[in-house]
């Protein structure tokens, strides 16, 4: 050991092996004082029964949620369990994502009002006019706007119209009242 023959005696005489000792020793030590402090979470972890019991808790009810994924209940359960279910969400997904990158190249009308600037100012011009259609509509403008707020007005066709029907009523009921043919030859 003295000539520092064999792993004692490497320790003993060997400064550059001793110092890596001091510093592992100094690191779990270290590490050690962690581990008792309840100020870092590891410490808590194993020194705070109510942290310890509650990571019980969390492993245990991780665990029914596996158990009942192998035994295929809830949805991710029968995911794993039903093929044809996997096979029609893969399918789902595929065409949601052919949607999306037709959407990005502008297909569609969805793709055009994201990409096509002119086709998206006509349809933006036809809602404006629309608009003030509705506007003339609501103001009162013109037949139909008058129709719809002048109430003596729709009164007034209203009670045209119930005459006219009657009128067509009583020439289908006895036409010969209200049709006179004359014949006459030479």
Do not use: W
């Not at 369990?81 to 399918?91: F, G, I, M, Q, V």
Request: charged content about 30%; overall charge negative; aromatic content about 4%.
């Amino acid at each position: 050991m003295d000539a520092g023959e064999g792993l004692l005696g490497k320790a003993l005489r060997d400064d550059e092996l001793y110092t890596r000792m001091v510093d592992v020793s100094l690191r779990l030590q270290a590490m050690l004082g962690k581990l008792e402090s309840v100020a870092s979470p590891l410490g808590r972890l194993v020194n705070d029964g109510e942290m310890s019991r509650s990571l019980a808790a969390s492993a245990r009810a991780l665990e029914g949620v596996t158990t009942r994924i192998d035994a295929g209940e809830g949805a991710i359960g029968v995911l794993t369990r039903d093929e044809e279910l996997a096979r029609e969400l893969k399918s789902l997904t595929t065409r949601l994502h052919e949607l999306a990158d037709g959407l990005a190249k502008g297909q569609g009308t969805a793709g055009k009002l994201l990409h096509d600037e002119e086709f998206f100012r006509r349809l933006d011009s036809s809602f404006a006019r629309l608009d003030r259609v509705l506007g003339r509509l609501e103001g009162g403008e013109g037949t139909a706007g008058r129709i719809l707020r002048d109430e003596e007005l729709y009164e007034n066709l209203n009670g045209a119209l119930k005459d006219l029907r009657g009128l067509v009523s009583s020439v289908r009921g006895d036409p010969g009242k209200y049709l006179r043919v004359k014949l006459s030859l030479f």
